[in-house]
């Protein structure tokens, strides 16, 4: 079946600007996570959705930073007023969420943001 | 808090050689271990798990043994091929203190040679 999508996949904007990003989860997975993969901080969770519910935002860096998600599918990762440190791959994942956590979290190719 | 701690890399090695790469943690409750590997220019991927203590993961040739004792995940291969090049990643998962975030090692690159 179809993977983890995720769009777009690259993303230049310059400094300032508001960028959306998209992450489309495997169908029927409860559970959908937000990471982020820069070169000096490695791979940094930043929020995770139990259906449209996000009892974790534990490692969102900022306020400038929201996500949202829509009928326990699509989830919309929002960044407000960019900066340059905010360059970095964003990768979504998402499992079934049926084993307290320890389930098998499926990756999707990531969006490779820059902030000129 | 919960963490993973992975040998530091790059780890160059000829064809055929056997590898190694170490994995610790630290974790409260009863965590999933993982290991991810990303080859060049592509996204996450599983290669292996274990779930519970004593438990190993295996997939193309590689395994791992959850080991409560020594609290490590050591990546192994017999013998490696230059399509086995890509950066690994250790991951703990569902600890008592986290929600199942995923708490990823550094990540170690592995480069094999011809």
């Known amino acids: 079946g179809a993977g983890v999508s995720q769009s777009p996949s690259n993303k230049v904007t310059e400094k300032g600007k508001d960028v959306e990003l998209r992450c489309d989860p495997i169908s029927g997975h409860t559970a959908l996570y937000w990471y982020r993969q820069s070169l000096g901080q490695g791979l940094e969770f930043l929020i995770y959705?139990?259906?449209?519910?996000?009892?974790?935002k534990s490692g969102l860096p900022s306020d400038r930073f929201s996500a949202e998600r829509t009928g326990g599918s699509v989830s919309t990762l929002t960044i407000q007023r960019t900066q340059q440190e905010d360059s970095a791959v964003y990768l979504c994942?998402?499992?079934?969420?049926?084993?307290?956590?320890?389930?098998?979290?499926?990756f999707g190719p990531g969006t490779r943001l820059t902030v000129l | 808090g919960d963490s993973v701690t992975q040998m530091e890399g790059p780890v160059t090695l000829s064809e055929e050689a056997f590898l190694t790469i170490n994995c610790t943690y630290t974790?409260?409750?009863?965590?999933?271990l993982f290991w991810y590997v990303q080859y060049p220019g592509e996204g996450l991927q599983l290669l292996l798990k274990?779930?519970?203590?004593?438990d190993k993961g295996s997939n193309k040739g590689f395994e791992a043994t959850y080991r409560k004792e020594t609290t490590s995940f050591h990546l192994e291969k017999g013998s490696v091929q230059v399509s086995d090049s890509a950066v690994y990643f250790c991951a703990l998962g569902g600890g008592r203190s986290n929600t199942g975030k995923l708490i990823f090692g550094q990540g170690t690159t592995l480069q094999v040679k011809p």
């Open positions: 959705f139990q259906g449209n519910s996000a009892p974790d």
């Open positions: 994942a998402s499992s079934l969420d049926l084993a307290g956590g320890r389930d098998t979290q499926y």
């Open positions: 274990a779930t519970k203590a004593d």
């Open positions: 974790a409260t409750g009863y965590p999933s």
